[in-house]
């Protein structure tokens, strides 16, 4: 079978945590170059894996609270690029990268490709932001570092993306799993099927939550197959962790990072197996190491070997992040709780969106979702026993009853980037 590059990929968990020890060690090291782990982290050194246990967090206040350069390990001058997030409230985040940290960081990008069955003979078509955001630069070097035909169209503008798909016989994408939906519809008033009138074969999504039912329709829409692909700035962007073909977990590249599940009320790491908060440590970069950052992502590690032989852990499909959750009425909610009863009916969309408001000084929540079909719209019995069955299954799922509206297929408001599926209005006491 081949593999990218299959020395590190299947290192026996003895040999991959004695690697992990000695690129720690050297982390420490960098990292006590920065201002802020000066003050932490000078003289410490692990011998065991396990000891990282003794190390401090960081956490994205501590990134903000440093901006911009309280977390910088080197001399600006051997810096080449940074990407931040939007910031459109307070200071953003923002990680530094030398020419090292991109080469290694479009290699774990090229693995993760390869690893979903990506070749060099693809035409890959990345309907991504390009710029600050990582979803652009970070699958474009990747892409060309695997070696396939690269179109960095960028994101939106439908029409533009099928012609390209069509001009050039693109065989993989890469979008927001939200922007497939409307894509998709595009295809269909332009009178195409995707499946028939391109030659796409796979689809990489990523970079928001989405749950397993959603990916099933982005793969029968265009039929494809959909691969799950992880990552956030603060650990390079995509190409953190990654489906194989056999969709079972995403591997998490563990010559790259530290991985740990903790309880995010103690702190302290979960048992094999159990939900957490997903704590991650950078092994390989040198403008700005990263230690035992709180993601705020909840997930839990896969037991057992993939079949694909890697040895690198899977990590489960991202629930959600603690930051997330919304409280009404005293029951915690996360939006994918929704979502994964809104996509088991066919007759509604990928689209929707909840309203928390305030009525009567009681807190209420809206589920608006799109319906599937305009022919739907106007039999008034099937809109009641629709929306009955999906408030009813919504009910059993988070233990409050919500108000669901049925609205019309493309009345949701939408922009070009990550969905928006929570809007709060409740007036805080
Ligand atoms: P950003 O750094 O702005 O790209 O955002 C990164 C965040 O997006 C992560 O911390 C996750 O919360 C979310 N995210 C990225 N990829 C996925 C994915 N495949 N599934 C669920 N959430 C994701
Ligand atoms: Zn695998």
């Known amino acids: 079978m081949p593999y990218w590059e299959k020395d590190l990929e299947t290192l026996s ?16 090291e960098q990292a006590t170059q920065s201002p802020f782990y000066s003050k932490t982290l000078k003289g410490k050194q692990v011998r065991d894996i396990k ?38 409230t307070g200071n953003p985040t923002v990680v530094f990268h030398t020419q090292h940290d991109l080469n290694s960081w479009a ?23 390009y710029g600050l955001f990582t ?15 690269s179109i960095p169209a960028g994101a939106g503008n439908s029409l533009r993306q099928i012609k390209l798909m069509q001009d050039y016989g693109t065989t993989v994408g890469h979008a927001i799993p939200s922007y497939l939906k409307r ?30 039912e959603q990916r099933r329709r982005i793969e029968d829409m265009f039929g494809v197959k959909a691969y799950n692909s992880f990552g956030l700035s603060e650990m390079n962007g995509p190409g953190v962790a990654f489906e194989c073909v056999h969709q079972d977990g995403m591997h998490i590249w563990e010559d790259a990072y530290v991985v740990e599940i903790v309880n995010p009320e103690t702190l302290q790491p979960v048992p094999d197996g159990e939900y957490g908060e997903l704590v991650m440590t950078t092994l390989d970069r040198v403008a700005m190491p990263l230690i035992r950052y709180r993601t705020r992502d909840l997930t839990r590690f896969l037991p057992g070997q993939c079949k694909c032989g890697r040895t690198h852990r899977r990590l489960d499909r991202i629930t959600g992040r603690s930051d997330d959750m919304f409280i009404v009425k005293g029951c915690n909610i996360f939006p994918m709780q929704v979502e ?4 088991k009916f066919k007759e509604i969309s990928s689209d929707y969106l909840i309203t928390l408001d305030t009525k009567s000084d009681n807190d209420v929540m809206i589920v608006e979702v799109e319906l599937d079909s305009k022919e739907f719209v106007a039999d008034i019995n099937f809109l009641g026993n629709l929306t009955q069955k999906i408030t009813n299954e919504l009910r059993d799922e988070i233990l409050i009853k919500p108000v669901v509206k049925l609205v019309q297929p493309g009345s949701i408001p939408k922009g070009e980037g990550k969905a928006v599926r929570v809007v709060d209005k409740r007036v805080k006491s």
Not at 13 to 28: A, G, H, P, S, Y
Not at 135 to 149: D, N, V
Request: some cysteine.
């Open 13 to 28: 968990r003895t040999d991959l945590e004695k690697l992990q020890v000695i690129r720690l060690n050297k982390t420490i």
């Open 51 to 88: 000891e990282i246990q003794d190390l401090p967090f960081t956490t994205k206040q501590d990134l903000r609270d440093n901006f911009p350069y309280g977390f910088l390990s080197v001399n600006k001058k051997e810096v080449v690029r940074l990407h931040s997030s939007s910031g459109t």
């Open 107 to 129: 290699n774990l990008m090229a693995r993760c490709l390869y690893a979903a069955g990506v070749r060099d003979t693809d035409v890959f078509q990345n309907m991504s932001g």
């Open 135 to 149: 979803g652009g630069l970070g699958f474009q070097y990747g892409i060309e570092r695997l070696g396939c035909l």
């Open 183 to 212: 894509l998709y519809d595009v295809f269909l008033e332009a009178g195409l099927d995707p499946k028939k009138d391109t030659d796409l074969h796979t689809l990489m999504i990523g970079a928001e939550p989405h749950t397993d």
């Open 340 to 343: 994964g009863i809104l996509m």
